[in-house]
């Protein structure tokens, strides 16, 4: 079965810390996403990466950098957390072109 | 511009009820791809179907069917004798042309015994 991992389900931070939230895709997919998602608000796109090494700016940036170093591996990462990042966390992969997104299961992050 | 409506935010019903959750877009894309993609509780998004512009055929997988109009530029989901485990949020999604998705608001669907 072909899967996305993150880390950790749930994760409690304080405000200021950097935190690393870790996505691993086993399915040698070129293209990876992290979104966040709020109430009413939909998934919105932090990052994305086509390939090693590379990232683009999404919709919301602001906060947020990645990491992609291995194919298989896409971080994301919050240098100083504040509580308007109190989110759920989804990381996607897909193989480009046409086809669909695969989820992993999530990281719901509160910072306190 | 390209975008995705789903204009219904939450819908209720009763188990064994058929329900449609209306998806529709905007696109100057002559070549494009829909799909539908279930969050069930759990929070892990699930695909459920892919549908090209070019193929206009209504699709039905088991109580689950899809209805794609291009004169409306409207791609519905139907759900047939629901059932609570039904209950979830769906969401659309439009491929842009640089092969990222974007996303409706989604739907919540409330299942009730």
């Known amino acids: 079965d072909v899967k996305v991992t993150q880390s950790s389900r749930y994760l409690v931070k304080r405000t200021g810390e950097k935190v690393f939230l870790e996505c691993v895709q086993d399915m040698d997919h070129e293209n990876m996403f992290w979104y966040r998602q709020d109430p009413g608000l939909g998934l919105r796109l932090i990052y994305f990466s086509y390939d090693v090494k590379m990232k683009e700016k999404g919709d919301i940036p602001e906060g947020y950098s990645v990491s992609r170093e291995k194919k298989e591996r896409f971080s994301l990462i919050l240098e100083s957390a504040s509580t308007n990042q109190t989110s759920m966390y989804l990381c996607?992969?897909?193989?480009?072109?046409?086809?669909?997104?695969?989820f992993g299961s999530g990281t719901r992050l509160t910072v306190v | 511009a390209q975008k995705v409506t789903q204009a219904q935010t939450e819908i209720s019903v009763v188990e064994k009820e058929d329900v449609t959750l209306d998806c529709v877009y905007e696109?100057?894309?002559?070549?494009?791809?829909l799909f539908w993609y279930k969050q069930p509780p759990s929070g892990e998004l699930v695909f459920l179907i892919r549908?090209?512009?070019?193929d206009e055929q209504n699709e039905i997988s088991g109580r689950y069917s899809w209805n794609f109009q291009k004169s409306t530029s409207s791609f519905n989901f139907t759900i047939t004798a629901s059932q609570v485990v039904d209950s979830a949020v769906y969401f659309c999604?439009?491929?842009?042309?640089?092969?990222?998705?974007?996303w409706g608001a989604g739907t919540k669907l409330i299942i009730k015994p």
């Open positions: 999604a439009l491929l842009h042309s640089n092969y990222q998705l974007i």
């Open positions: 549908r090209n512009s070019f």
């Open positions: 696109t100057r894309d002559t070549t494009y791809y």
């Open positions: 996607a992969s897909s193989l480009g072109g046409a086809s669909g997104y695969t």
